[in-house]
């Protein structure tokens, strides 16, 4: 594993100006993946013009777009397609899929020697070795919906959200063995997992008590509770690490897919320091933010509008909403490229 620059801070070098050598050369783009499972597709922004430029039909059940451990690659996870398909981010084109079961969500190991395929629908994490997506090892879960994942600051272990069954795993990074496992309270569905900047404890987003559990990793406890919005959903250091921004998605559906309630549809600016929300950005006339990213200067936050098929600009500096921009339906796990960091733990861009 990368040492850590600044054990204050495990997202230093996400900072403004910290762009790796590895991505000088990419786009400024977004990549909005669909997550219909009759048909999907990655819809590519432009970040300075906001339009759309280009659309490819990639896979049925696109999840999440995620940046390679060495910032190089991209691969959409089009999950009931069973397969990865990476883009190049010099050219914003996607290239010859990889043959994948079933990938909800994708991360790497701290050390970028092996891939962690998040395999929701069958309850399993597979391990890749790479850089080729060799010689899966599969391990099973004692949960259902497994889903987000992220790392302790030495990466000796990560935890896991088990979306439809509210629990959260503590994972064994080198062996994969589970650790551990944390019942959150009754009707949780765990979302989204950060390690806050301090590298102390992590944020846990529950969309059905709508707000952010603390969990003590170590002990692996809740310490405690953040009220945030209904439907919180996503969590983003800001790019000092001074702020983390959680999406309250808008409405909300149940396991089965069908809509059970209203949310907020807003962001909560969160204070890690104090655990206190500091700020609450709201979306005119309503929405669904779920997830996204920074730009690499920082100054924007876009999120994907999940059941309104657009997407959403704020401008950090105000929580202005600064731009509506439309998408085919279900847009999910969408991917701001190039951004800060010496190498990519996954997800939406996980950096570090």
Not at 7 to 33: D, M
Request: one cysteine or more; aromatic letters at 8%; glycine letters at 12%.
């Amino acid at each position: 594993m990368p040492p850590v620059i600044d054990p204050s801070n495990v997202y230093s070098e996400i900072a403004v100006g910290k762009l790796s050598p590895a991505v000088a050369s990419a786009r400024p783009l977004v990549y909005v993946p669909s997550a219909n499972p009759h048909g999907g597709s990655v819809t590519v922004i432009d970040q300075t013009t906001m339009l759309v430029v280009a659309s490819y039909r990639v896979g049925n059940l696109v999840q999440h777009v995620v940046p390679s451990y060495d910032l190089k690659t991209l691969y959409a996870n089009a999950s009931a397609s069973n397969r990865l398909v990476p883009f190049d981010p010099i050219t914003g084109t996607p290239g010859p899929p990889i043959s994948v079961p079933r990938p909800y969500n994708l991360y790497f190991t701290p050390d970028g020697t092996h891939a962690v395929v998040m395999v929701e629908s069958q309850n399993r994490m597979a391990f890749y070795s790479m850089p080729g997506f060799d010689h899966p090892r599969y391990v099973s879960v004692p949960c259902r919906g497994v889903n987000h994942a992220d790392w302790s600051a030495d990466g000796r272990y990560f935890l896991v959200t088990c979306e439809f069954s509210g629990q959260m795993l503590k994972v064994d990074t080198t062996s994969g063995s589970i650790l551990g496992v944390l019942d959150l309270p009754a009707g949780a569905m765990p979302q989204d997992v950060r390690l806050t900047p301090d590298g102390h404890k992590f944020y846990v987003a529950d969309m059905m008590h709508g707000g952010v559990w603390i969990v003590d990793g170590e002990h692996l406890v809740v310490t405690g509770k953040i009220e945030t919005g209904r439907g919180a959903h996503g969590i983003y250091p800001s790019r000092d690490g001074m702020r983390m921004y959680v999406s309250n998605r808008g409405r909300l559906m149940n396991e089965e897919g069908r809509r059970s309630h209203e949310g907020d549809g807003s962001v909560s600016v969160l204070d890690p320091a104090t655990d206190t929300v500091i700020g609450t950005w709201t979306i005119p006339g309503g929405g669904s933010p779920d997830m996204g990213g920074l730009s690499a200067d920082g100054t924007r936050l876009w999120l994907s509008g999940r059941y309104d098929a657009e997407v959403y600009v704020f401008d950090t500096s105000t929580g202005t909403l600064v731009a509506r921009i439309k998408t085919p339906s279900q847009p999910h796990g969408l991917l701001v490229w190039p951004q800060p960091g010496r190498y990519s733990l996954g997800h939406t861009g996980n950096l570090r």
